[in-house]
């Protein structure tokens, strides 16, 4: 098929690089010239594990190219995907600007059937808002249609490629056929095509989200009372686990969720039911656990040195909201970043993928090494705020030597505490009891 994407960011372009993959010809479009000018040249804007492969092969291949002009991305396609930014207003609604400004635009450009699919993650009722903004213009058939993405930054490619199913919302046979032929390579019966109403896919996707960031959020409260109680969450998390009926994954406590989709998409569930006069109770404590839960170690950061951190030194690693991105957008890292500062601390961090987009953010309010134990050299701590496999197994004993003291604050309990406490380290993490042995 011939298929337009508006919109380069991690959705638009994975899902435009995916589609060329298996033979389709996909035109992506972007507001940005110099993004546009450079993708052509064959320079990949994001970090996202073996996008690059990808993205390259098809290039060449000549499925995938990239333009500024989206009318004539719309006349060479029968499918138009709308990967557009969905940003979050002050009140937690979803910001429908950018979809709907495109909406508008292809009215007034088709010249004939079109398939328009709601790619972004949008409040339920937005295939209507869309279908009406279209309309106004339009003097053709066309059919809009609600597909959200089910993609982990990380792991986005192999998400697309081997989805654990593709949820379709449309209410034309015509706009549902093509769907699914689309989508025939990446799909079987253990991996099926869900069709279903507009509504009811919009609302799939907020649903799916908000569900595991509960399920993050529970268990980092179970770890948090484990602290009081004595009890070790990694015991209590393998005997939840092991129930079928619960499942193992998303039961690691740490430092909280962040990221584009968790953050976003809980607000904007919770204020779309307020919309309707419903009190999404269980959302408003999921919100106010995760941003206490972002800087849980500060106060026993603070205690360990005395009740005060003026002047004292210390070693982050990790400043994107998950292994395997450089995304930082609500990452816990820098929500620490400010309370340390505030509190006189001085921070030396370091991130394989992420500095770059920190320091666009904060600029050099903090130190970036090059090379994790370069962040080392004459720190008071080390915090552990992402969980990248590089971190999991260092050597220890050059830590200590680089290091004033041998203290850990770790938000992602990576290290074996009867481990550290053999060592020698002073070792925090969430859930544990401190320097116990297993």
Not at 29 to 37: G, L, P
Not at 80 to 105: H, K
Not at 223 to 233: H, I, K, P, Q
Not at 348 to 362: L, T
Request: include cysteine; proline fraction near 4%.
């Amino acid at each position: 098929m011939n298929i337009a994407v508006v919109g380069t960011g991690y959705v638009g372009l994975v899902t435009g690089t995916c589609l060329a993959d298996t033979g389709n010809h996909v035109i992506c479009v972007d507001i940005d010239e110099a993004k546009v000018a450079a993708m052509q040249r064959g320079e990949i804007p994001i970090y996202e594990p073996n996008l690059d492969t990808l993205f390259h092969r098809n290039i060449a291949a000549g499925r995938l190219g990239f333009t500024t002009d989206l009318q004539k991305a719309v006349d060479g396609s029968s499918v138009v995907f709308l990967a557009l930014p969905t940003p979050p207003d002050e009140d937690g609604s979803a910001d429908l600007s950018y979809v709907l400004g495109v909406a508008d635009e292809l009215g007034k450009m088709m010249t004939d059937y079109k398939v328009i699919v709601d790619k972004s993650t949008v409040p339920v009722g937005t295939a209507d808002k869309v279908r009406e903004a279209i309309a106004a213009h339009a003097a053709v058939d066309f059919d809009v249609v609600s597909n959200p993405e089910f993609l982990r930054e990380g792991f986005a490619v192999d998400d697309f490629m081997k989805p654990d199913r593709i949820v379709v919302g449309c209410s034309g046979n015509r706009a549902a056929a093509i769907m699914t032929e689309l989508y025939e390579p990446y799909t079987n019966e253990s991996k099926p095509l869900i069709l279903m109403d507009e509504r009811s896919a919009e609302l799939t996707k907020y649903a799916s989200n908000s569900f595991l960031a509960t399920k993050i959020t529970f268990m980092n409260e179970i770890a948090n009372f484990c602290e009081l109680v004595g009890a070790d969450v990694d015991t209590v998390r393998k005997g939840m686990g092991a129930d079928p009926r619960i499942g193992s994954r998303f039961l690691y406590p740490g430092i909280g969720y962040g990221g584009s989709c968790f953050p976003k998409d809980v607000k904007a569930l919770r204020k779309s039911a307020s919309d309707v006069g419903y009190d999404f109770r269980v959302l408003t404590s999921v919100m106010n656990v995760n941003d206490d839960q972002k800087t849980i170690l500060f106060d026993p950061m603070k205690e360990h040195f005395g009740g005060s951190l003026e002047g004292i030194k210390i070693a982050m690693w990790g400043l994107a909201f998950k292994p395997e991105t450089d995304d930082i957008r609500e990452a816990p890292s820098l929500y620490m970043i400010e309370k340390l500062l505030a509190a006189g601390a001085q921070i030396v961090a370091f991130d394989p993928e992420a500095m770059d987009n920190v320091k666009s953010k904060i600029g050099d309010v903090i130190d970036y090494k090059s090379r994790e134990m370069d962040a080392l050299d004459g720190a008071d701590c080390l915090l552990i705020c992402t969980e990248w496999a590089a971190f999991r197994t260092p050597d220890f004993n050059d830590m200590a030597n680089r290091m004033n003291g041998k203290v850990i604050f770790d938000g992602r309990n990576l290290y074996d505490k009867g481990k550290m406490a053999r060592l020698g380290w002073t070792y925090r993490s969430i859930g544990r009891p401190l320097n116990t042995a297993s």
